[in-house]
């Protein structure tokens, strides 16, 4: 069965190539944590997507923060403001899990990647790429 939350199109595009390649990568590990939660009952497939993209997100943040410093970005602070609180959020959803709540209680850990996936990417990173490459 496959319940695809997300669908990559056009508009998650920001127009850094290597940013939106990380990007896209990220909405496919999404779409498969998604099949699984979907799925499977195998709880060591969605902890493993679980911590995939942990460590994705946590290096994508990384590289998107050194391409900030880097073009001097006016509003620097407040974007990595934004990173770790989606991290620390993911965590949170990442840690009631681990910590055996069931399964089907995916709905927390959907809506924070759905609100990292189309508020993040859509808003905060685009405004950065327009400034930056004006
Ligand atoms: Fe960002
Ligand atoms: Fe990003």
Not at 12 to 34: P, Q, R, S, T, W
Request: charged share 30%.
């Amino acid at each position: 069965m496959t319940d695809t939350l997300f669908r990559w199109d056009d508009s998650f595009l920001i127009g850094i190539a290597e940013l939106d390649h990380e990007h896209k990568v990220l909405i496919d590990d999404i779409n498969m944590l998604n099949e699984e939660l979907a799925g499977s009952d195998e709880r060591s497939e969605v902890t493993k997507c679980l911590g995939d993209i942990y460590a994705r997100m946590q290096a994508h943040f990384a590289l998107e923060e050194h391409f900030m410093k880097e073009h001097e970005y006016q509003f620097f602070d407040e974007h990595k403001r934004e990173h770790s609180e989606l991290l620390e959020d993911y965590t949170e959803c990442m840690m009631r899990f681990l910590n055996g709540a069931s399964i089907s209680s995916k709905n927390p850990i959907e809506e924070c990647l759905t609100q990292w996936v189309v508020d993040h990417i859509t808003t905060s990173d685009k405004k950065m790429s327009l400034i930056v490459q004006e």
